[in-house]
Nanobody
Framework: QMQLVETGGGLVQPGGSLRLSCAASGMTSDDYVISWFRQLPGKERVWVSCMAKTGGRTSYADPVTGRFPISRDNAKNTVYLEMNSLKPEDTAVYYC????????????????WGQGTQVTVSS
């Protein structure tokens, strides 16, 4: 059973940076992807970015393209989301999620989720 553990997050001023980490375990195959989603109170989770473990293909939602590079350390089975030039509208709970084979923007397709971590961008 896939398990995901997130670390990172916190309070940062506008224009600042934060790094989120998502450590994965329990995968039965290396052909999996990890995505990041974010959620505002009372709103649905919105897809942010995705990376495949094999091949390293990445994809991004328009609001974060060029600001939130996603990367991986396969030796540690960990995916990172480096959040730069943060804006107040980036404030949300961020979740990582895993599924096999290909990236998807649809949360219901993901098999496992991390516990979520709060990111607050405020002066």
């Amino acid at each position: 059973q896939m398990q995901l553990v997130e670390t990172g997050g916190g309070l940062v001023q506008p224009g600042g940076s934060l790094r989120l980490s998502c450590a994965a375990s329990g995968m039965t195959s290396d052909d999996y992807v990890i995505s990041w989603f974010r959620q505002l109170p009372g709103k649905e989770r919105v897809w942010v970015s995705c990376m495949a473990k094999t091949g390293g293909r990445t994809s991004y939602a328009d609001p974060v393209t060029g600001r939130f590079p996603i990367s991986r350390d396969n030796a540690k089975n960990t995916v990172y989301l480096e959040m730069n030039s943060l804006k107040p509208e980036d404030t949300a709970v961020y979740y990582c999620a895993a599924k096999y084979f290909y990236c998807s923007v649809y949360g219901h397709e993901y098999k496992s989720w991390g516990q979520g971590t709060q990111v607050t961008v405020s002066s």
